[in-house]
C-alpha cells in the first residue's frame, strides 16, 4: 500500500503542476472566494481519482502477472511520450496552457450564473472535471490501479491533487509565470520511468 500511495503521490503532484486544472484554479482563484475554489476543484479531482481507480480495477479479475506488466509497459511508453514532448516544448508552452485554460473558464462561465457559492462551486468542479478527463494524471491513476493496492493510489492521489489545488489557489498567481511546463513534463516522465523499474524489480508480488 505504501509504494502505491507515494508513486501515486509522486506522480499526481508533479504532473498536476502547471497542468490545465492548475491554470483553472489560479484563473478561478483571482475571480471568486479561493475557499469555495478550492472545494471544488479538490471535489472534482478526488472524484476523478476514484473513477480512475475503479476503472483500473476493472481489469483486477485478470492474472496479476499480466496486469503487472501490462502497467509497467504503460508506464515505460507514457514515460517515453512524456520525455519526448518535453524536448519539443519551448518556453511558450506554459503559457499556451494558461491560454486553454482562460479559454475554457471564459466558455463556461457563460453558461452559468455567477454571484453565489453554489454556483462558484460548481463552475469550478465542472471545468476541473472535464480538463481532468483523458489527461496523463488520469491515465497514470488509472495505470498503477491495475498493479497496485487501490487504496494507496485513491490516497496518494487524493493527497498530491490536494497541494497542487491548494498551491494554485492561494499562491498560484505568484508562482504561475515561474513555473516551466517543460521541466515539470520531464520531471513527470522521469518518474514514470523509475517507477516502471521499481515495479520491475519488485515483480509481480
Not at 516544448?89 to 453558461?111: D, G, I, L, N, R
Request: proline letters at 3%; hydrophobic letters at 55%; aromatic letters at 10%.
Amino acid at each position: 500500500m505504501l509504494t502505491a500511495f507515494f508513486a501515486s503521490l509522486a506522480l499526481i503532484f508533479i504532473s498536476e503542476l502547471g497542468d490545465k486544472t492548475f491554470f483553472i484554479a489560479v484563473i478561478l482563484a483571482t475571480r471568486h472566494p479561493r475557499s469555495v475554489v478550492l472545494v471544488g476543484a479538490v471535489s472534482a479531482l478526488a472524484a476523478m481519482t476514484v473513477l480512475s481507480v475503479l476503472l483500473g480495477q476493472v481489469f483486477s479479475f485478470l492474472p496479476p502477472i499480466y496486469t503487472h506488466y501490462a502497467a509497467i509497459a504503460l508506464l515505460i511508453v507514457f514515460g517515453l511520450k512524456a520525455l519526448y514532448d518535453a524536448s519539443q516544448m519551448t518556453p511558450a508552452s506554459t503559457q499556451e496552457v494558461m491560454e486553454e485554460a482562460q479559454e475554457a473558464v471564459a466558455a463556461e462561465e457563460k453558461k452559468l450564473k455567477r454571484g453565489n457559492n453554489r454556483a462558484i462551486f460548481l463552475e469550478t468542479f465542472i471545468l476541473t472535471f472535464l480538463a481532468e478527463w483523458g489527461d496523463r494524471t488520469q491515465i497514470a491513476t488509472i495505470t498503477l490501479a491495475t498493479a497496485n493496492n487501490p487504496w494507496g493510489v485513491i490516497l496518494g492521489g487524493v493527497l498530491g491533487h490536494f497541494i497542487c489545488a491548494l498551491i494554485a489557489v492561494w499562491g498560484g498567481s505568484l508562482i504561475a509565470g515561474r513555473i516551466s511546463e517543460r521541466t515539470i513534463t520531464f520531471t513527470g516522465g522521469a518518474l514514470f520511468m523509475v517507477f516502471a523499474a521499481i515495479s520491475f524489480v519488485q515483480g509481480p508480488g
